[in-house]
T-cell receptor
Framework: ETGVTQTPRHLVMGMTNKKSLKCEQH?????MYWYKQSAKKPLELMFV???????ENNSVPSRFSPECPNSSHLFLHLHTLQPEDSALYLC?????????????FGNGTRLTVT | GQQVMQIPQYQHVQEGEDFTTYCNSS?????IQWYKQRPGGHPVFLIQ?????EVKKQKRLTFQFGEAKKNSSLHITATQTTDVGTYFC???????????FGQGTTLQVKP
C-alpha cells in the first residue's frame, strides 16, 4: 500500500541534532496522525491533525514539534532528543479526525538516538 | 484516561489450531477497530465494529463486539503460517480523534 509515504525509513541522530520526519498521504484524507511504537509498548498517539488544525497533543515533550502545512503533508521536527526516544514513528491518515474511521499507516521511520 | 487492555500478549499455536485475542475497556466504546502488523511491517486495518453485539467475518477471521460495547474479540479458525503477526485492537469513546490502541497480541504459528 503506497497511500501514505514516510521518509526517511531509517534515521540515526545524536542528542544535539535537529532532524525532521516527513509524511505524505495520497488518499484525500482530512486527518493525519503521529504514533510512536516502542518495543513491548502499545502504539502511543502523539498528535492528531484534522483539516490542518491540531486537535490532539497527547502530553508529548516539546522536543517533538509537529507541523501540518496542508491536509496531505505532516512533519515531525525533532531536536535534543533522548536515547529513550528511539522507536518506530508511524504516520497515519484517515477520512476524518473523529476516531471513527480507519487509519492508513505509512511504513514508519525507525529512529535511533545515540 | 481511556485504556484498552488486550490479552494475551503472546500466543504460540500449531498450524491448524484456533486462536483468539481479547480486548477490554472500562468505558463504553463508540467503535472498535482491528489491525494486523506483520513482522517488520506497519499496522494494516482489518475491520471496524460499531453496533452492540455485532459479529463480522472475514474468511477464517471472526470479530465480535460485546453487548455492552466494552469488549471485543478476534478469533482465527485453523491458523496458517500467513496469520503470523501482531493483532491490535483500537478504540475510541467519542469523536475526539483519539484512537487508543491495545498492547497487541503477537501470534506465532508453528508449521
Amino acid at each position: 500500500e503506497t497511500g501514505v509515504t514516510q521518509t526517511p525509513r531509517h534515521l540515526v541522530m545524536g542528542m544535539t541534532n535537529k532532524k525532521s520526519l516527513k509524511c505524505e498521504q495520497h488518499l484525500g484524507h482530512n486527518a493525519m496522525y503521529w504514533y510512536k511504537q516502542s518495543a513491548k509498548k502499545p502504539l502511543e498517539l502523539m498528535f492528531v491533525y484534522s483539516l490542518e488544525e491540531r486537535v490532539e497533543n497527547n502530553s508529548v515533550p516539546s522536543r517533538f514539534s509537529p507541523e501540518c502545512p496542508n491536509s496531505s503533508h505532516l512533519f515531525l521536527h525533532l531536536h535534543t532528543l533522548q536515547p529513550e526516544d528511539s522507536a518506530l514513528y508511524l504516520c497515519a491518515s484517515s477520512q476524518d479526525g473523529t476516531g471513527n474511521s480507519p487509519l492508513h499507516f505509512g511504513n514508519g521511520t525507525r529512529l535511533t538516538v545515540t | 484516561g481511556q485504556q484498552v487492555m488486550q490479552i494475551p500478549q503472546y500466543q504460540h499455536v500449531q498450524e491448524g489450531e484456533d486462536f483468539t485475542t481479547y480486548c477490554n475497556s472500562s468505558t463504553t466504546l463508540s467503535n472498535i477497530q482491528w489491525y494486523k502488523q506483520r513482522p517488520g511491517g506497519h499496522p494494516v486495518f482489518l475491520i471496524q465494529l460499531v453496533k452492540s453485539g455485532e459479529v463480522k467475518k472475514q474468511k477464517r477471521l471472526t470479530f465480535q463486539f460485546g453487548e455492552a460495547k466494552k469488549n471485543s474479540s478476534l478469533h482465527i479458525t485453523a491458523t496458517q503460517t500467513t496469520d503470523v503477526g501482531t493483532y491490535f485492537c483500537a478504540a475510541s469513546s467519542g469523536n475526539t480523534g483519539k484512537l487508543i490502541f491495545g498492547q497487541g497480541t503477537t501470534l506465532q504459528v508453528k508449521p
